[in-house]
């Protein structure tokens, strides 16, 4: 299945760069165009930059599943750092692409596609590091399979934040520019603050499940994951904890889910790339 890595990365890199260049011609357009109240994109161009992207994630997925699937001797996981980070923003793509449907997020998707696609050029141009493939009938895999979807739920979290934080200050201090086409902040909050519970009960489930399968969990490789995560899961249930019963959002949110992903950032790849790379 290897073979079909580079044409499948190939294919996907162009169709992110052709639904990345369609996105941000029309929102310059909405730009000038904002004074006749355009409420979202003509379908021509909206409909062929969705197509582009869903192509290109077909694309992404099919190189990412081949790189993580080994069928010598056994059938297994290579869960290399590269090919879950590629993996991370497959679901992120996906995951952005369907609320858009919802909510006007084409900003969001102009942060997704580069991610995807540096994430994808890695898993295609630089060798994999030392990992050890998983057997799939192995306990570890519903662990693992959750652990991915909390962090690609969190990780879309922190983009939406990062569009809260410009929205804020766009607010504050009036200005042009693409900024200007952010959805409004009501959407944006609920869409991020739905995210943060997709997240965090998933990364709740990830770590109970971690304690339960893996019995070298405490083994001095991996305690600073360990610790790094259980301190972004406190992070997180601090500010939804605050969210529910203070009603923090806005700048308070995005520094609480900021810090909390960087803590949970460095707990996954800090320690997938000291034991790949380092040891």
Same mark, same amino acid.
């Given at each position: 299945m290897n073979n079909i890595i580079l044409p499948a990365s190939g294919l996907a890199l162009v169709l992110y760069a052709v639904a990345f260049a369609l996105l941000w011609r029309h929102l310059n357009t909405r730009l000038h165009q904002a004074g006749d109240n355009i409420s !979202?994109?003509?379908?021509s161009v909206s409909g062929i930059a969705f197509v582009a992207a869903a192509l290109g994630l077909i694309c992404q997925f099919l190189a990412t599943v081949s790189a993580l699937i080994q069928n010598e001797p056994v059938m297994s996981l290579n869960l290399s750092l590269l090919a879950v980070s590629s993996l991370v923003t497959c679901v992120?793509?996906?995951v952005t692409a369907i609320s858009t449907?919802?909510?006007?997020?084409? /900003?969001?998707?102009?942060?997704?596609?580069?991610? @995807?696609?540096?994430?994808? +050029?890695? #898993? %295609?141009?630089?060798?994999? !590091? /030392? *990992?050890?493939?998983? @057997?799939?009938?192995s306990a570890q895999i519903g662990h &693992?399979?959750?652990? &991915? %979807?909390?962090?690609?739920?969190? =990780?879309?979290?922190a983009l939406q934040s990062v569009l809260i934080a410009l929205q804020e200050r766009r607010l504050r201090t009036p200005q042009t520019g693409l900024i200007g086409l952010l959805p409004p902040m009501e959407s944006m909050e609920n869409l991020f603050i739905t995210m943060l519970w997709l997240g965090v009960g998933l990364l709740t489930l990830s770590i109970g *499940? +971690?304690?339960?399968?893996?019995?070298d969990m405490f083994d001095q490789r991996l305690v600073h994951h360990t610790v790094l995560t259980? =301190? %972004?899961? =406190?992070?997180?249930? +601090?500010? #939804?904890? +605050?969210?529910?019963?203070? !009603?923090?959002?806005g700048v308070t949110g995005v520094r609480w889910n900021l810090a @909390?992903?960087?803590l949970l #950032?460095?707990?996954?790849? !800090?320690?997938?790339?000291?034991?790949?790379?380092?040891l």
């Amino acid at each position: 299945m290897n073979n079909i890595i580079l044409p499948a990365s190939g294919l996907a890199l162009v169709l992110y760069a052709v639904a990345f260049a369609l996105l941000w011609r029309h929102l310059n357009t909405r730009l000038h165009q904002a004074g006749d109240n355009i409420s !979202g994109a003509p379908p021509s161009v909206s409909g062929i930059a969705f197509v582009a992207a869903a192509l290109g994630l077909i694309c992404q997925f099919l190189a990412t599943v081949s790189a993580l699937i080994q069928n010598e001797p056994v059938m297994s996981l290579n869960l290399s750092l590269l090919a879950v980070s590629s993996l991370v923003t497959c679901v992120i793509v996906g995951v952005t692409a369907i609320s858009t449907l919802r909510v006007r997020a084409d /900003n969001l998707m102009l942060l997704c596609l580069p991610l @995807a696609a540096i994430s994808l +050029g890695a #898993l %295609s141009l630089i060798p994999a !590091g /030392n *990992t050890q493939p998983i @057997a799939v009938d192995s306990a570890q895999i519903g662990h &693992i399979l959750l652990s &991915i %979807s909390a962090y690609a739920a969190l =990780m879309t979290a922190a983009l939406q934040s990062v569009l809260i934080a410009l929205q804020e200050r766009r607010l504050r201090t009036p200005q042009t520019g693409l900024i200007g086409l952010l959805p409004p902040m009501e959407s944006m909050e609920n869409l991020f603050i739905t995210m943060l519970w997709l997240g965090v009960g998933l990364l709740t489930l990830s770590i109970g *499940t +971690g304690i339960f399968f893996l019995q070298d969990m405490f083994d001095q490789r991996l305690v600073h994951h360990t610790v790094l995560t259980s =301190m %972004s899961w =406190m992070v997180y249930v +601090g500010f #939804l904890t +605050g969210h529910h019963l203070f !009603g923090w959002r806005g700048v308070t949110g995005v520094r609480w889910n900021l810090a @909390a992903f960087v803590l949970l #950032l460095l707990g996954y790849l !800090g320690s997938k790339f000291v034991l790949e790379y380092l040891l």
